[in-house]
């Protein structure tokens, strides 16, 4: 059957597509690029945020009244997994809800659907790694690998521990092997996913141990991490990354609030005093390291003082960038709970300070680099200007560059021009290095 899929949310979710697309391929369907040419229509769905989830609920309903009536709708990830056959009330005529446990049912998904018979299939296990995945067919120049699944942290507000299931990590022999399989196929880059990679345990290898098998595969120039829980960073791992030249400078740990009191309610684990500890460690060991995180406003019980300290905390440690957030109420979360007291006038506006502080350092520090020649991988022709090529930095800076179509997938040296908030602009003044 052709099949056409589209993605919501995170990076793991983009992961697991392309996962579900191997599995597909690999029973005999084929990709499409636009929903209309397809018999069935998988969409993978996050629900981290009301919005996100409103918004996922607005595009099935769009995409039924879109599709003929011979062509089937399926809902995978997080928003089929928290829903399940409720989404069946809120959206008619779908022809599956699979959740993220429960991906191996899809060829079968499939095919019913294709006979006009619903599939829900919703139960969370656990244990569920999909080892019997079929190895990549394609790739492109960077990559994820899921490097573990699912989250214990229980941060009073996320949704994912509820969705994702226990955490459990890949055996390390199936993540190298991954690795080099995309490497075969021409990926340079790769970034080893897991909602908190820092207590990745395979029983024998931890997460520092896996960056540097993963570092030794052959054609692999870049390797990056995502995400970094600030209570479980360890020196082991900050050691890995200033040690291991094919890992990136970048390490994205989400600080979520600057206010202790904040993050003992988001049970977060740690405290202020101690986050900033971990940003000089990093700062020290690992020169030109680049630092991005989250941050949420108007979590409950958020006061004008805490907010401050989250203010104060982001011109403490000048982050290179961050994603910013209002606190959203999330169903079967413990912060359901507590009342949702910061009015929404208030959230918008605190939300709206803080990324006004950010993009003001954001600019400051991009505009340092301005004159310096930095490592870029080039990536393909810029969205926005399809005439120059677009590229990200070690520190995973995006960079817009005149060059020759034939340097793309190339590493060069860059020098920078122009610098905003969101992009450096440069000119290529070298090859390979
Ligand atoms: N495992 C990662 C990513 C979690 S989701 C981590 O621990 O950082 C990505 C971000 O969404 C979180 O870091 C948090 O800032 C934000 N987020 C999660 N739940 C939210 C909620 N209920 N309301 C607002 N933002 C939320
Ligand atoms: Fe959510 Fe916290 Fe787990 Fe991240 S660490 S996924 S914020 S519960
Ligand atoms: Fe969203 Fe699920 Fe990721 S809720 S953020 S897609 S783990």
């Known amino acids: 059957m052709k099949i056409y899929m589209e993605t919501y949310g995170c990076q793991m979710n983009e992961y697991d597509s392309g996962m579900i697309r191997a599995m597909l391929e690999s029973s005999g369907h084929t990709f499409v690029p636009r929903p209309e040419d397809a018999d069935v229509v998988i969409v993978n769905t996050c629900s981290v945020r009301e919005r996100a989830e409103r918004r996922v609920l607005g595009r099935l309903r769009h995409l039924r009244g879109l599709l003929g009536r011979d062509a089937a709708l399926g809902v995978v990830g997080c928003v089929a997994q928290r829903m399940g056959g409720l989404l069946m009330r809120e959206v008619r005529g779908l022809g599956f809800v699979v959740g993220t446990d429960s991906y191996s049912v899809l060829p079968e998904a499939v095919e019913r659907a294709g006979e006009g018979v619903a599939t829900i299939e919703t139960e969370t296990r656990s244990d569920e790694i999909y080892d019997r995945r079929p190895a990549p067919s394609r790739a492109g120049l960077c990559e994820f690998v899921s490097v573990a699944r699912g989250c214990d942290n229980f941060c009073s507000y996320c949704i994912v521990p509820h969705v994702r299931g226990r955490e459990r990590s890949r055996p390390a022999d199936a993540v190298v092997r991954e690795v ?13 996913l897991g909602q908190n990679v820092n207590s990745y345990a395979d029983g024998e290898t931890d997460f520092a141990r896996l960056l540097e098998r993963v570092s030794r595969v052959d054609a692999v120039s870049r390797v990056r991490f995502a995400t970094s829980h600030p209570k479980d960073l360890t020196e082991r791992l900050v050691d890995a990354v200033s040690r291991l030249p094919e890992v990136c400078e970048h390490v994205h740990l989400p600080v979520q609030s600057g206010s202790d009191r904040t993050l003992r309610a988001m ?6 005093r101690r986050y900033l500890e971990l ?30 300290d989250t203010l104060s905390l982001l011109e403490e440690v000048r982050f290179d960038s961050a994603f910013m957030f209002r606190y959203s109420v999330r169903e ?18 605190r939300l709206e300070r803080v990324i006004e502080t950010q993009k003001r350092i954001t600019s400051e520090l991009n505009e340092r680099l301005v004159g310096e020649v930095l490592e870029v991988l080039l990536e393909g022709p810029s969205e926005r200007n399809p005439e120059k090529l677009f590229g990200r930095t070690r520190t995973g800076k995006a960079v817009v560059a005149p060059a020759p179509r034939d340097l793309s997938g190339e590493l060069v040296g860059v020098r920078i021009t122009e610098a905003s908030a969101w992009t450096l602009h440069g000119e290529v003044v070298e090859g390979a290095p």
């Open 180 to 192: 080099e399989a995309l490497s075969r196929l021409g990926a340079r880059e790769v970034t080893l």
């Open 267 to 272: 049970n977060r684990g740690y405290t202020r």
């Open 279 to 308: 940003a000089s460690l990093l700062r020290k060991r690992v020169p030109g390291v680049a630092l991005t995180t989250d941050v949420i406003v108007g979590f409950p019980g958020e006061t004008e003082r805490d907010f401050e």
């Open 332 to 349: 079967g979360t413990a912060a359901a709970a507590l009342a949702d007291d910061v009015p929404e006038p208030e959230k918008i506006q």
